[in-house]
């Protein structure tokens, strides 16, 4: 489909009252959880997740989406007034914005943070829109073994986007990928590592397990150093950036956008990357770089901008190929194929109305938080009052009626909880429970299609070396993991050196 009338049948899908109002309250409660310090999106995608499961399947990943680049913008409004990012992206906002709230210039920190993030994430929509349909039109001429190579790729890009040790980044991937196996053989039909329990028979429930990994180990280690509120003492006044504030941001915003939307599209990118690779480039083109961190006002427009373009170009390997590059992506992924959408190269055709449905809710999300982050700021601001001994028991119980809900299973409840605390204390020790997610939900569309290309194969693995996309796409994942042990080994011969 044309990418202008697909848009525009996209904006027949979503524009309903209902769907509006989904909308909303995703981009309401995206500015929520960006405001209030310590939850951050990815917890709040989980714990929100089973909210979704009776929701038609466009209006649930909308709110899902507005919730996620709606804590991009409630972020920095904490990041500017109180120097306390909301979540992760925003730690580079607090650099500049904070020095200028010291200024009396918060009103325009927090105008130049709303605006940027605006134009970037529309930016990136547009971009979205040509680059997802041109993507998709050619993956679906895809078979198995090149869904194979290509899953297989996207287990090697976890291993890539692992900011720790890889060694433990391997063992959550293995770990997701044997949890994956657990129940019925897509295959035969024979249950397999299910040790005569009826409850494991159907498999782990994907909701249970994400809400349990990130939404109530954060919780966790919240509790653990709990926060007090902070009252905000910054006077905001003048929230629509100057002429001068203009001249010195727009070129930031135009370089934030372009930059974001490149990292977005790597796996591990992400928001965070993005944020902080804009400032650091900012300041290494800025006149007087000594001055950023001093109040600079391109410090705010180049990484908000970066951050907001992210989002929107995270989407593209998700909807166009099936393959989250992040956490987050992993989860929007999980909602689809709860609510019975299978991402990748058949959704434009298959489910173009979800597909176009969603791309056409950016914009009206991007419109909404324009609107809610500029007039409102006074209000969200006041929410870091609230005790977090008040905040948190509420999370935790909308987190397991929500997993209840879902399937009216009590053994969900056990399996949230227990990857609450698995997840809580593997945090402590280092590990990264985003690779994990990834596996168990790229491990079964990956050993469908390595069986699949097994049965239609004469010549058994040879199958993959005689089909030159899905050749290539594997050498790709192997060159991926050499890259991994070369920096391993590299830094071991370093550390031994000094």
């Excluded at 929701?55 to 680049?69: E, N, R, S």
């Excluded at 992760?88 to 010291?102: F, I, N, Q, R």
């Excluded at 596996?439 to 993959?464: H, K, N, T, W, Y």
Aim: charged share 10%.
């Amino acid at each position: 489909m044309d990418p202008v009338a697909g848009l525009l049948a996209g904006f027949g899908v979503i524009l309903t009252w209902q769907n509006i109002q989904f909308i909303f309250i995703g981009s309401l409660i995206g500015t929520l959880i960006g405001v209030l310090p310590g939850i951050g999106p990815l917890a709040a995608l989980s714990l929100l997740l089973p909210a979704t499961v009776a929701l038609p399947p466009v209006g649930a990943v909308a709110m899902l989406c507005a919730i996620f680049y709606g804590s991009m913008y409630g972020g920095s409004i904490t990041s500017v007034l109180v120097n306390i990012p909301g979540e992760a992206a925003s730690v580079v906002t607090c650099l500049d914005g904070y020095a200028m709230a010291k200024q009396g210039r918060a009103g325009a920190a927090l105008g130049m943070a709303a605006l940027g993030s605006f134009i970037a994430g529309t930016l990136g929509i547009v971009v979205l829109s040509v680059a997802a349909p041109a993507l998709g039109a050619f993956a679906i001429r895809l078979g198995p073994p090149e869904y194979t190579a290509l899953m297989a790729l996207g287990l090697a890009c976890t291993i890539l986007m692992i900011q720790g040790s890889a060694l433990k980044g391997a063992i959550m991937i293995g770990a997701g990928a044997a949890l994956a196996a657990i129940g019925m053989d897509i295959i035969t039909g024979e249950f397999r590592f299910n040790y005569g329990s009826i409850q494991l028979s159907a498999g782990i429930e994907l909701l249970a397990v994400v809400i349990g990994l990130f939404g109530v180990s954060e919780i966790l280690l919240n509790v653990e150093n709990a926060a007090r509120g902070m009252a905000v003492k910054a006077r905001l006044s003048g929230l629509w950036p100057s002429r001068v504030d203009w001249a010195a941001s727009w070129a930031p915003i135009l370089r934030g956008s372009g930059l974001g939307f490149a990292v977005g599209l790597l796996p591990g990118g992400g928001p965070v990357t993005a944020s902080f690779l804009s400032y650091a480039a900012e300041r290494r083109i800025g006149k007087d770089p000594h001055t950023f961190g001093k109040g600079r006002i391109e410090g705010v427009a180049g990484p908000e901008a970066a951050n907001n373009a992210a989002v929107s170009s995270g989407m593209i390997p998700l909807l166009a190929l099936g393959i989250p590059g992040n956490a987050v992506t992993a989860l929007l992924m999980g909602a689809l194929i709860i609510n019975g959408v299978q991402p990748g190269p058949t959704m434009m055709t298959d489910r173009a109305d979800v597909f176009w449905g969603v791309v056409a809710s950016l914009y009206i999300g991007n419109v909404f938080l324009l609107i809610l982050n500029l007039p409102m700021v006074g209000l969200w601001v006041q929410l870091l009052r609230v005790p977090y001994s008040v905040l948190f028991p509420s999370i935790v119980l909308l987190a397991m009626v929500g997993t209840y809900s879902a399937n009216r299973n009590l053994f969900d409840l056990w399996v949230m909880l227990g990857f609450g605390v698995l997840g809580w204390f593997l945090r402590k020790l280092g590990y990264e429970l985003a690779p994990l997610v990834l596996a168990f939900v790229l491990a079964p569309l990956l050993e469908q299609s390595l069986r699949q290309s097994m049965v239609m194969s004469p010549d058994g693995a040879m199958i993959f070396l005689e089909r030159p996309l899905a050749a290539l796409m594997l050498g790709a994942a192997v060159l991926m993991l050499l890259l991994v042990a070369f920096k391993g080994l590299t830094v071991r011969k370093l550390g031994g050196t000094t």
